[in-house]
Nanobody, 118 residues
Framework: QVQLVESGGGLVQPGGSLRLSCAASGSIDRFYVMGWYRQAPGNARELVADITSYGITNYADSSKGRFTISRDNAKNTVSLQMNSLKPEDTAVYYC????????????WGQGTQVTVSS
């Protein structure tokens, strides 16, 4: 049983920053790719960024240069530092786990709301 618990969402003004964190517990395979997805109302869930157990990162074009993903393998945590936030970043952000050969995650957190508004 795998459990993912996110924290750190909230309301921020355009141009501001937020840091999301996610703690994974349970049967965590050390090869899991940890990631962040987001879903805005009326939109499909989309990848924001993910990171392998070796620290190889992958970012959506919309995240590059503004967001930074990091993980602590010893603590089974993943974080997303979001800078220069825009109103279009408003969404529910989900922590995820997938094995390297899987095309999509099979474990999800409950989601945390990020709202960028003045």
């Amino acid at each position: 049983q795998v459990q993912l618990v996110e924290s750190g969402g909230g309301l921020v003004q355009p141009g501001g920053s937020l840091r999301l964190s996610c703690a994974a517990s349970g049967s965590i395979d050390r090869f899991y790719v940890m990631g962040w997805y987001r879903q805005a109302p009326g939109n499909a869930r989309e990848l924001v960024a993910d990171i392998t157990s070796y620290g190889i990162t992958n970012y959506a074009d919309s995240s590059k240069g503004r967001f930074t993903i990091s993980r602590d393998n010893a603590k089974n945590t993943v974080s997303l530092q979001m800078n220069s936030l825009k109103p279009e970043d408003t969404a529910v952000y989900y922590c995820s786990l997938r094995l390297p050969w899987q095309s999509s995650p099979d474990h999800w957190g409950q989601g945390t709301q990020v709202t960028v508004s003045s």
